[in-house]
C-alpha cells in the first residue's frame, strides 16, 4: 500500500491560524483541512432539491414519497493560508485535504418543524475531490412536513459536518504486546458498560493513566513524552478496532469511538509504533446548506426546491426502486455505465426470474426503475454494476461486485464498479488564464496504459475511470497560458485526488534572489526598489533593497501567484522606468555609478 501524499498526522504545522499536515513522503508538501462546506449548485441545479414521486398502485392506493438531496463544495481557503505562510517565511506547498465521506447534522429542525428524521445524523457521500452530497428519502408526512417548511422559508437552518479523512498514524520507536479483550474490558468500564467511548476522554486516559487500559504500557515510557505515545497507540487502536463517528447532539466534544466487539477477541497482539498506518479521523467544522437560496422568499424557494413526478399507475404487487448515482459527473476513460437489479424467481408466487437494467446518467438526479412482485412478496433483491470501457480500441466491460439491497432508495457510488475513479479539479481562478491537460499513465496487461482529458473554465473537473488490474498509474499535467502559449508542468504524482491551480506548476510559490552591487563609485548606499512582475501596480507587494559598502549583498523574496508570472522587476527611484521582466534564475547585477547617473537624469 502506497502512502505517499496521505497526511501525516505526526507532523501538523501552524500556518497563520490553521494547522496543517505534511504529505506523507512529499518534503515540503502540506494539507490543509476544509474551513466549511458551502452549498453547491451544479449545472443550474438548486443546491437543495425536493423530487416528489406519486404512483397509483390501484388496490394498494396512492404511493407518496420524496428524495431530498443536498449539494455541497468543501472551502479550503487556500490563497489566504498561502499568504500566511509566506508571511512567515513558511517555504511549503499548500493543497486541499482529500475528504472521503462523512456525516451531517442540519440544526433548528423542531425549531422549524421538519421532519424528525432530518434531525438524525445524514450520511455524507464524497462525489469527487471538494463536491460532497447526501440523499434521504421521506415518506408522505415528512413529505408534507418539509414542503410546508419550505413554504414558511428556512431561513435559520443550519448545519455541523464530520468529514472523514485517512492520514498516516503517529509514529514511534517502540513496540508493545497486549491481549485485545483485556482492552475491551477496559474499554466497557470507561464506556459505562458500553463499546462506545468518547474519543478525548479515551486520549486522555492514555495520557494520564496508560496502564488501566490493558495494552502493558507503564505509567511512563522512558524518554517518550506522553501526548505523542497516547496519539501513536490511540491512531491505531482506531484503525484496527474502531470506527470514528460524530457524538450525541448534546456532547461536548463532538466525536465517539465505536468498537468492534467481534474484533477484539482474546489473544496476543504486537505492534510496531515505528511502521506506517492508514488511520482515520473526523474533522468537524460547520457547513451551509442553502447559500444562495437563503435570500429567496418562502414561495420562491418552493417553487425552486420541489419537483415532481407522477410514475405510472401500475397494478398491485408493483414496487419502485429510486436509484441515485454518486459519480463524478465527467468520467474520463469509461464510455457508458449501468446498473442490473435482479430478483431470482419465488414460486409458486412468482414463477420467473425478474432482470431490469439501467443506465447512470452523469447528473445524480434519481432514476426510477419499476419491479414486478408479488402482491405479498418482501421487496429483497441483488445489483451490480457495469462499466464500458475503451482498451486497445475495443469495447470492454468490467462488472462491480454483487450486492443485495431492501431498500426502494439504492445510492450507486463510485467503489460500487469495477474501477477506481480518480477525481481531479482545477481551481476557477487559474482556468481562467490558462487551459490544463491532465494524463494519467500506467501499465495494464504488460502495455502501456494512458486516457487524457482537459480543463478549462467550462469544465473545471474530470474523473479517470482506472481498471483495478492497472500498475504504477501516475497523474501528469501540463498548463499552457491562454495569453502567450507559455506552458509549464507539472511534477509527475501518483495517481490520487487532485486539485490544481497555480501553485501546482513549476514557477508559482515562494522564490528567492541575491542581488549584488558593486559600488565603483564614491557613493556610501544605494536603494533600488523592486517587485514580482505582476506586483509594481501594488505598493504591499514591492520592497525596498538597501546596499552599502559593508553589505553589498541583499537578499529579497516573493510570492509568485502563477507560474506565467514568475518573474521580478526592478528600478532606481520611484521616478525611473521599470525594467523588462527578469526570471527568477536571473541574477540581479548592478554597479553605484549607473545609479548616480540615473538620479542625474540618464537612462537606465
Not at 392506493?61 to 479550503?76: D, K, T, V
Not at 475491551?184 to 487500559?213: E, F, M, Y
Not at 509527475?492 to 549584488?516: I, M, N, Q, T
Request: hydrophobic content about 45%; overall charge neutral; aromatic content about 6%.
Amino acid at each position: 500500500m502506497s502512502f505517499s501524499g496521505h497526511p501525516d498526522w505526526r507532523a501538523p504545522m501552524q500556518i497563520g491560524e490553521r494547522i496543517a499536515y505534511a504529505a506523507y513522503d512529499r518534503p515540503g508538501a502540506f494539507a490543509l483541512p476544509p474551513t466549511q462546506l458551502a452549498a453547491q449548485t451544479l449545472d443550474e441545479t438548486p443546491p437543495l432539491r425536493l423530487d416528489i414521486f406519486q404512483q397509483d398502485r390501484g388496490s394498494a392506493g396512492l404511493e407518496r414519497y420524496s428524495i431530498l438531496s443536498l449539494a455541497f463544495a468543501a472551502q479550503f481557503g487556500l490563497d489566504a493560508a498561502r499568504q500566511a505562510a509566506f508571511d512567515a517565511a513558511q517555504n511549503v506547498r499548500l493543497s486541499p485535504l482529500p475528504v472521503e465521506g462523512g456525516w451531517l447534522r442540519l440544526n433548528a429542525v423542531q425549531a422549524l418543524d421538519l421532519p424528525a428524521s432530518l434531525g438524525e445524523l445524514l450520511p455524507l457521500d464524497a462525489a469527487s475531490l471538494g463536491s460532497m452530497g447526501l440523499a434521504l428519502r421521506m415518506d408522505s408526512a415528512a413529505t408534507d412536513l418539509f414542503v410546508a417548511a419550505l413554504q414558511r422559508g428556512l431561513l435559520a437552518v443550519s448545519a455541523q459536518a464530520w468529514l472523514r479523512v485517512r492520514g498516516v498514524a503517529d509514529r514511534l520507536p517502540l513496540t508493545m504486546s497486549f491481549d485485545p479483550a483485556a482492552l475491551l474490558t477496559a474499554i466497557k468500564s470507561l464506556g459505562n458498560g458500553t463499546t462506545t467511548v468518547d474519543h478525548a476522554l479515551l486520549r486522555q486516559r492514555l495520557i494520564d493513566a496508560p496502564q488501566t487500559l490493558g495494552l502493558g504500557l507503564a505509567a511512563t515510557s522512558g524518554d517518550i513524552l506522553k501526548q505523542p505515545l497516547a496519539d501513536a497507540v490511540l491512531d491505531r487502536i482506531v484503525a484496527r478496532f474502531a470506527s470514528p463517528q460524530p457524538s450525541a447532539a448534546d456532547a461536548p466534544s463532538g466525536v465517539r469511538l465505536v468498537f468492534d466487539e467481534a474484533a477484539m477477541r482474546s489473544g496476543t497482539v504486537q505492534w510496531n509504533l515505528a511502521e506506517p498506518l492508514l488511520t482515520p479521523r473526523l474533522f468537524v467544522i460547520e457547513a451551509d446548506p442553502l447559500g444562495p437560496l437563503r435570500t429567496l422568499p418562502g414561495g420562491e424557494l418552493h417553487d425552486t426546491v420541489v419537483r415532481r413526478h407522477d410514475v405510472r399507475a401500475l397494478a398491485s404487487g408493483w414496487r419502485t426502486v429510486t436509484v441515485r448515482p454518486n459519480l463524478p459527473q465527467r468520467r474520463i476513460g469509461v464510455v457508458s455505465t449501468q446498473v442490473e437489479l435482479q430478483l431470482p424467481a419465488k414460486p409458486p408466487a412468482r414463477m420467473f426470474t425478474i432482470k431490469t437494467s439501467t443506465p447512470l446518467a452523469a447528473s445524480d438526479r434519481p432514476i426510477t426503475v419499476d419491479l414486478r412482485l408479488s402482491p405479498k412478496e418482501a421487496l429483497s433483491y441483488q445489483w451490480q454494476t457495469t462499466a464500458v470501457v475503451l482498451s486497445d480500441g475495443r469495447a470492454e466491460s468490467i462488472k462491480g461486485p454483487v450486492r443485495k439491497s431492501e431498500r426502494e432508495h439504492l445510492l450507486i457510488e463510485a467503489e460500487d464498479f469495477g474501477l477506481r475513479f480518480v477525481p481531479i479539479e482545477a481551481e476557477p481562478a487559474f482556468l481562467a488564464q490558462a487551459d490544463v491537460e491532465v494524463e494519467c499513465v500506467g501499465t495494464r496487461k504488460g502495455r502501456a496504459w494512458s486516457v487524457r482529458g482537459v480543463l478549462d473554465d467550462v469544465s473545471p473537473s474530470l474523473a479517470f475511470a482506472i481498471p483495478a488490474d492497472v500498475q504504477d498509474a501516475q497523474l501528469r499535467a501540463s498548463a499552457r497560458s491562454r495569453q502567450d502559449g507559455r506552458a509549464c508542468a507539472m511534477a509527475p504524482v501518483d495517481a490520487d485526488s487532485l486539485r490544481l491551480d497555480a501553485f501546482s506548476f513549476e514557477g508559482a510559490g515562494s522564490r528567492e534572489l541575491e542581488a549584488v552591487c558593486d559600488f565603483d563609485d564614491a557613493a556610501a548606499q544605494i536603494l533600488i526598489e523592486i517587485a514580482p512582475e505582476d506586483g509594481t501596480e501594488q505598493p504591499a507587494r514591492r520592497r525596498l533593497l538597501k546596499f552599502t559598502r559593508n553589505t553589498p549583498r541583499a537578499h529579497w523574496t516573493w510570492l509568485a501567484l502563477s507560474p506565467f508570472r514568475s518573474g521580478y522587476r526592478w528600478r532606481w527611484t520611484a521616478q525611473s522606468p521599470w525594467s523588462d521582466v527578469l526570471q527568477p534564475d536571473t541574477p540581479l547585477r548592478l554597479r553605484s555609478s549607473d545609479a548616480s547617473r540615473t538620479n542625474n537624469g540618464a537612462g537606465t
